[in-house]
């Protein structure tokens, strides 16, 4: 494989490019929405879907995340004759987790070199992520902080206020604790403290090794941020998923914010979330 097109000029697509192999290139972006097309992407071009077939690639990679968008592309370009072999961003994401095989490298580092604390999550919603953590740290307290009841009103109002994102109160509610707890490994290691955040970390004496902030909005990782990191034992890691996410912009600028203010680096992560690392130092 030599010469890909990426269809789709968002988050997906971005991410995609990073991830490619060094010796392969991408001849142009793809996208459905005119008012892209004879633009550029980092120097490439952003073509319509009829060039795809002339431009004769050896493979095309669909980048959107949802599967019923990414099977109407692959149909479109079945209808073009596109020979070129598919490859679709929820396939790649089934097979590869860079965030979650970022954590088990972090958990390595973390008990070969004997970083003390515990282990938190912000924004649990379903629990997949937190019940990596659980497995990982079967021996450490593993704190969860969520409403269990979607996005709160405030945290969205000032979404709204910033004109960082689309979100409603309520989006990601499709959760419950008893839920996440049924999917823990250790089950008996977890602290559920639901409600709105940094309230339900009040009274809480703790200090962290590894911390997950998904919490996709500006104000709760803010707030996140804040509460966590003076807290972190030194060498600990705070893991901001929507870093480098364009639907959720105020994640990166809670954590541009942060960093201007105590003096913190974050680096970024090529999966396709975007996803951002702060060491403590």
């Keep these: ?16 490019a990073n991830l490619l192999h060094g010796d392969i290139t991408v001849k142009a972006y793809c996208d ?7 633009g550029s992407l980092g120097g490439v071009p952003i073509v319509p879907p009829e060039a795809i077939a002339d431009m004769a690639p050896d493979a095309v990679f669909i980048s959107m995340l949802n599967a019923d968008a990414c099977a109407s592309v ?6 073009m004759n596109v020979g070129a072999r598919i490859v679709t961003a929820p396939e790649l994401r089934r097979t590869f987790d860079l965030r979650l095989a970022t954590l088990r490298m972090i958990a390595d580092e973390v008990l070969e070199r004997g970083i003390g ?9 379903q629990g997949a ?16 902080f969520d409403t269990f009841s979607g996005f709160d009103d405030r ?18 509610a499709d ?33 962290f090794a590894v911390v997950s902030l998904d919490a996709d909005l500006f104000k709760p990782l803010l707030d996140g941020l804040r509460y966590f990191h003076p807290r972190m034992t030194r060498g600990g890691y705070i893991i901001v998923h929507d870093y480098n996410n364009g639907r959720f912009a105020g994640a990166k600028h809670a954590v541009r914010q942060f960093c201007e203010e105590c003096g913190a680096f974050v680096v970024p992560l090529p999966d396709l979330h975007g996803t951002g690392i702060i060491v403590k130092a």
């Design 129 to 144: 992520f937190a019940a990596e953590m659980n497995r990982l740290f079967p021996e450490r307290s593993l704190y969860l």
């Design 32 to 38: 459905s929405d005119e008012s892209k097309w004879g």
């Design 74 to 79: 692959r149909e479109r370009l079945a209808v």
């Design 175 to 207: 959760t419950s604790v008893e839920a996440v707890r049924a999917r823990l490994p250790h089950p008996e290691r977890a602290v559920f403290r639901v409600g709105y955040f940094p309230e339900t970390a009040d009274g809480l004496e703790e200090t």
């Design 1 to 16: 494989m030599k010469n890909v097109i990426i269809w789709g000029v968002g988050q997906g697509g971005r991410m995609v």
């Design 117 to 125: 604390g515990a282990v938190a999550e912000l924004g649990v919603y």
């Design 155 to 172: 945290d969205v109002a000032v979404e709204g206020e910033r004109r960082f994102s689309r979100a409603e109160a309520g989006n990601f």
